[in-house]
Every structure is written in C-alpha cells, then in structure tokens.
C-alpha cells in the first residue's frame, strides 16, 4: 500500500502528451456528435449519453445546464453592449496575454485575416483555411501553455507548447503550398514567413528553458 505521505508523482511531458492526446479524441468525438445532431431537440441528451456524460442526464445535470444557460442570457442579453459585455468578463484576467510570446501569436490570427481578405475567395481555399486554422490553434495551444499558475506543472507547459509548435510548422507548411495556389504579393508572403519563424523560434527557445528547469528540479525522473 502506498504512503499517504509520500508526494504525488510530478508528470513530464509525455505523460502530459498522453493525456492531452485522449482530450483530443473525446473533443473530435464531441465535434462529430454535434454536427451529427445539431437539429435534434433532444441533442444534449443524446450527445451526454454517446460521451458518457450520465451525471448529466440526471437531475443535478439538468440544474447544471439550466445554471449555465442562465448565465449565458444574463452576459450577452440583447440590450447589453460590448462594453457591458467586456466588464463582465473583466475579472477573467490571464497572465499570458501580456507574453510577448502569445501577443505574437493573437496579433499573427488577425494579420492572416486581413492578409486573406486580399485573396481572392479565401474561404474555398484549403490551403488558405488550413493557415487560419492553425495559427488559431497555435495562439490557443499557446494561451494554455502560458496561462498556467503551477509552477510544478512544466510537463504540461511542454506538451502544451509541442502542440503550438506543431500547429506553426503546420501554419507554415500551409503558407507554402498558398503561395503555389495563388499569385500572393510577395511582401505579403515575406512578412508571413517571418512572423511564422519568430514564433515558431519563441516556441522553441521556452521549450528548452523549460525542459533545463524540469532537469533542474526532478532530474531524469
């Protein structure tokens, strides 16, 4: 029998992988249930019993949900404006969004939406959905990453930034293949490879720093 005393195990980053990778089956099973069942009434019920989800079905699942959709009508009710909206979600403060890091990463989602406004019907091209799309994912990855108040958890800051990173070179590789697709500016796509780079560079670098503290701390656990 295990020690009561004895500290928990601290996971390294492939443990965190491993997690993450299961979240990810569970969030692309949702994604598929939902599109599936958008138009049933009974929708949340069929998508709570298809996940598992059985404490939902009950009847502090169906308090939960009425909790929640009440607070949803209470921030974004017709009459409040975006100001009212902003202040309620005010006391919802990150510390990441002041990571030069993110910063880069939020202000890159916003450059590759105007720079696809140039593009000529960028929403039929894959390759253009597929470069938002990632710099998207990048910039949330990235949010989780930085957004951690434990500092014990760098294995998970890791996994974390491996899937930003990830999500970049994908970004990149999409980048590419729109240059072949369509007659792009060439100022254009410069400036894209190189916020892509820079970011891609940061990933890299806190991925180090990160995994020298993790040896620092624990060693080769």
């Given at each position: 029998m295990a020690d009561s005393n004895e500290p928990e195990k601290i996971w390294d980053e492939y443990e965190w992988e491993r997690f993450l990778q299961q979240q990810d089956r569970k969030t692309e099973k949702y994604m598929e249930l939902l599109e599936r069942y958008i138009d049933d009434p009974n929708r949340d019920q069929i998508i709570a019993r298809e996940m598992g989800w059985y404490h939902l079905?009950?009847?502090?699942?169906?308090?939960?949900?009425?909790?929640?959709?009440?607070?949803?009508?209470?921030?974004?009710?017709?009459?409040?404006?975006?100001?009212?909206?902003?202040?309620?979600?005010?006391?919802?403060?990150?510390?990441?969004?002041?990571?030069?890091?993110?910063?880069?990463?939020?202000?890159?989602?916003i450059w590759i939406d105007q720079f696809s406004d140039e593009i000529d019907d960028a929403p039929n091209q894959p390759s253009c959905v597929k470069l938002s799309a990632n710099a998207s994912i990048a910039s949330a990855k990235l949010a989780a990453a930085l957004s951690d108040d434990d500092v014990d958890e760098i294995g998970m800051t890791i996994a974390y930034l491996k899937r930003a990173l990830k999500a970049v070179m994908n970004a990149m590789d999409a980048a590419v293949q729109l240059k072949k697709e369509v007659d792009l500016r060439p100022e254009g796509f410069v400036s894209l490879n190189q916020r892509l780079f820079q970011i891609r560079d940061g990933i890299i670098q806190l991925m180090g720093e990160n995994r020298i503290e993790w040896r620092r701390r624990y060693g080769s656990q």
């Open positions: 079905l009950d009847k502090e699942g169906e308090a939960w949900e009425e909790k929640v959709e009440s607070l949803f009508e209470e921030v974004f009710e017709e009459d409040r404006d975006d100001e009212a909206i902003a202040k309620a979600f005010d006391e919802e403060v990150h510390g990441y969004e002041g990571h030069p890091l993110y910063l880069a990463a939020f202000a890159l989602t």
